[in-house]
């Protein structure tokens, strides 16, 4: 069956900008989270979506990122005022959790602020 | 704060060659703890989930075991193939629903 799929799978944007980044899970997943990875770290958490709620958003790094999902399916990460320390590939994944507690990721979108 | 720290940061070896990563854990009651495997370029592949110590998993080469303070990932006459870095996560019963990752155990197999 079809996987998690992220668009675009590179992104390169100028200091400033506005960027989003799309994740769109497997079919009837409950669950979505974002992670970013950058060079030389691990996995960092974002943000967990059950439904179309946010119930932990502890792991965005300022107010300017922000994310949202809709019908609960598609979600939308979007970074405002882009930094250069916010170059890093922003992995999504997605779980049932009714069946168990195994993420599944996404190829990732690799965004390098320039 | 749950935390994992995986080592080696890397390791070589021989086709042929076994070998064992770790993977240490600190968590407020495990829920359960992950393996993936990284391919440059790409997402975390699911590999396993551990959810009590004592117990343990097979998938082709690779079995995983868990205690109360670490997971080990064995590699039995690894391929070329097999290359690639492997992540373990954990996840806990503190309130939130994140995996916490380890900085990975980047595997090369040399034919």
């Known amino acids: 069956g079809a996987g998690v799929s992220q668009s675009p799978s590179n992104k390169v944007t100028e200091k400033g900008k506005d960027v989003e980044l799309r994740c769109d899970p497997i079919s009837g997943h409950t669950a979505l989270y974002w992670y970013r990875q950058s060079l030389g770290q691990g996995l960092e958490f974002l943000i967990y979506f059950q439904g179309n709620s946010a119930p932990d958003k502890s792991g965005l790094p300022s107010d300017r990122f922000s994310a949202e999902r809709t019908g609960g399916s598609v979600s939308t990460l979007t970074i405002q005022r882009t930094q250069q320390e916010d170059s890093a590939v922003y992995l999504c994944?997605?779980?049932?959790?009714?069946?168990?507690?195994?993420?599944?990721f996404g190829p990732g979108t690799r965004l390098t602020v320039t | 704060e749950d935390q994992v720290t995986q080592s080696p940061e890397a390791l070589r070896l021989q086709e042929g060659e076994s070998s064992s990563l770790n993977c240490s854990y600190t968590?407020?009651?495990?829920?359960?703890l992950f393996w993936y495997r990284q391919d440059p370029g790409k997402g975390p592949e699911f590999l396993f989930t551990?959810?009590?110590a004592g117990e343990e998993k097979e998938k082709e080469r690779l079995k995983a075991t868990l205690t109360k303070k670490e997971s080990f990932l064995h590699i039995t006459a690894p391929k070329p193939e097999d290359s690639a870095t492997y992540l373990c996560?954990?996840?806990?019963?503190?309130?939130?629903?994140?995996?916490?990752f380890g900085k990975g155990t980047k595997l090369t197999v040399n034919p």
């Open positions: 551990l959810y009590s």
């Open positions: 994944a997605s779980s049932s959790k009714t069946v168990s507690y195994e993420q599944y």
């Open positions: 968590v407020s009651g495990l829920r359960g």
């Open positions: 996560a954990v996840f806990g019963q503190g309130g939130s629903e994140k995996l916490v």
